[in-house]
């Protein structure tokens, strides 16, 4: 059983930064895919980023440019570096890790963009 816990969220005005981290316990060696989703009221649930655990990275079209996901294999952990925040990356972003076949989720933190 993999436990994810999330931190970083909060207020920020637009144009500001945020970063997230996500620490990964229970397993018992590096997980394999970590990543970052996103799901805004009245919306579904998006992929934000993704990467493994040899470096590999992945980003919805809107992040691209703005944000960086990245880990430490060592830690079991995972971060979300954002920039240039607007209001539309609003939304309660969840840590996720696809472990022995199974896909974990993090509780959400929340990430509000807002003057």
């Known amino acids: 059983q993999v436990q994810l816990v999330e931190s970083g969220g909060g207020l920020v005005q637009p144009g500001g930064s945020l970063r997230l981290s996500c620490a990964a316990s229970g397993s018992g060696f590096s997980i394999n895919v970590m990543g970052w989703y996103r799901q805004a009221p009245g919306k579904k649930r998006e992929l934000v980023a993704v990467i493994s655990s040899g470096g590999s990275t992945n980003y919805i079209d809107s992040a691209k440019g703005r944000f960086t996901i990245s880990r430490d294999n060592a830690k079991n952990t995972v971060y979300l570096q954002m920039t240039s925040l607007e209001p539309e990356d609003t939304a309660v972003y969840y840590c996720?890790?696809?472990?022995?076949?199974?896909?974990?989720w993090g509780q959400g933190t929340q990430v509000t963009v807002s003057s």
């Open positions: 996720y890790a696809h472990y022995v076949a199974t896909g974990y």
